[in-house]
Structures are given as C-alpha cells and as structure tokens.
C-alpha cells in the first residue's frame, strides 16, 4: 500500500490528510474494492515511516465518513457505505443548485462559490 500512498514533508497538507486522501481516492477509482482488508495502522504508518497516531486519525476520518468500517480485531475494511458518496455529493450538488437560482445567483458567480468552498 505503501507503494500506492505517499507523503511529501514539504506540503502545507497535513501528513493524514495525505493518507486520508490518497485512500479515498483510490477507493473512488476502485483501486481499493468493497471488502478490501486496509493495512493495521501500526503496519502503514512503519511503511509510510510516519507516526502511528497520523495514520489512526486518517482512518478515523475516512469512518466517520463513511468510507471504510472497522471490524474489531478483523481490522478495516472498505465499506460499501463508499459507493453512495457520489450519489450524496451529487444530491448536495442539485440542492446547491436550487438555493443559488432562488437567490438569483448566476452560474459563474456560484461555480466561483463552491470553488472558494473546497478549497
């Protein structure tokens, strides 16, 4: 997995959320399946040569957002909770919609918006 995921040291990202994204996006492109067994933390943190709370708060957010399950001593897992993010974002996108034609906000204007917004 290391192999897959790495950290740059120079960027302003924070080292787990370098993991955290690399992870969702491989889950995105499928690289990572439904069902795939994710590395212990203490075995990709030893890989990745960072410390092991950086990798444990990587794979917290990716739990609290849905993306991978945590089976007890089974280990993490990607979940299929995963597959339905596009459709939520996709979701959120459309009412994002509505409330910039109710305020009469033009497209540009709101594609400037939601740029600000995610970055």
Do not use: K, W
Request: glycine share 8%; hydrophobic share 50%.
């Amino acid at each position: 997995m290391a192999d897959v995921i790495s950290i740059d040291a120079d960027s302003p990202v924070p080292p787990y959320e370098q993991v955290r994204t690399a992870l969702a996006q491989q889950m995105a492109v499928r690289t990572l399946p439904v069902g795939t067994r994710l590395p212990t933390v203490r075995a990709l943190a030893a890989d990745l040569g960072i410390a092991v709370n950086t990798v444990a708060r990587a794979y917290r957010e990716l739990e609290a957002a849905g993306l991978v399950e945590t089976r007890g001593r089974a280990g993490t897992f990607v979940s299929a909770a995963g597959d339905q993010r596009l459709a939520r974002a996709q979701e959120a996108a459309a009412r994002y919609a509505d409330v910039v034609r109710g305020l009469g906000i033009g497209r540009d204007e709101a594609l400037e918006i939601a740029a600000a917004a995610l970055r």
